[in-house]
């Protein structure tokens, strides 16, 4: 595996996904997702275990995409650069969209934020699916332009 375009694959994946989260939740506010909510929940309970000083909505909501766009990276930088990245794509996407939807609830985190209707449901695991499908077209892409050199 090649580390730089696994990563720069990662990296398309992971915007492709927030860009998709943050258009929707402005343009269907009833039932888009809200991983960004879900997100500040998280910071603000682990900020609270470690006894931290809890930042204002707006630096929270800062920290959680950041967070959000480097974690995801992450996960998609597995599609890899070799053959099959478009299918380790979707897989990784599908589970990353199921774990959203099933995850939540049992973390204490709230289960409205992507699972409130068969609609949220529905486009939570879609976009982290699309997410992975960019992350490994990209990487396919990579790896073939690696090739022709």
């Not at 995409?65 to 996407?93: E, P």
């Not at 409205?112 to 699916?129: E, G």
């Amino acid at each position: 595996m090649k580390l730089l375009p696994s990563l720069g694959a990662g990296l398309a994946g992971a915007l492709a996904l927030t860009a998709l989260h943050e258009t929707a939740r402005r343009l269907r506010p009833a039932d888009a997702p809200r991983m960004d909510i879900l997100g500040m929940r998280g910071l603000r309970k682990l900020l609270a275990k470690a006894d931290a000083p809890q930042p204002d909505d707006e630096t929270a909501f800062g920290l959680t995409m950041a967070g959000d766009v480097i974690s995801n990276a992450l996960y998609y930088s597995l599609v890899g650069s070799g053959r099959h990245a478009v299918r380790r794509g979707l897989l990784l996407g599908v589970a990353a969209g199921v774990g959203g939807v099933v995850l939540p609830g049992p973390l204490g985190l709230g289960e409205a934020p992507s699972n409130r209707t068969p609609q949220t449901q529905l486009m939570t695991v879609a976009w982290y699916s699309v997410g992975g499908l960019v992350a490994g077209a990209v990487a396919q892409a990579l790896r073939k332009a690696r090739k022709r050199r």
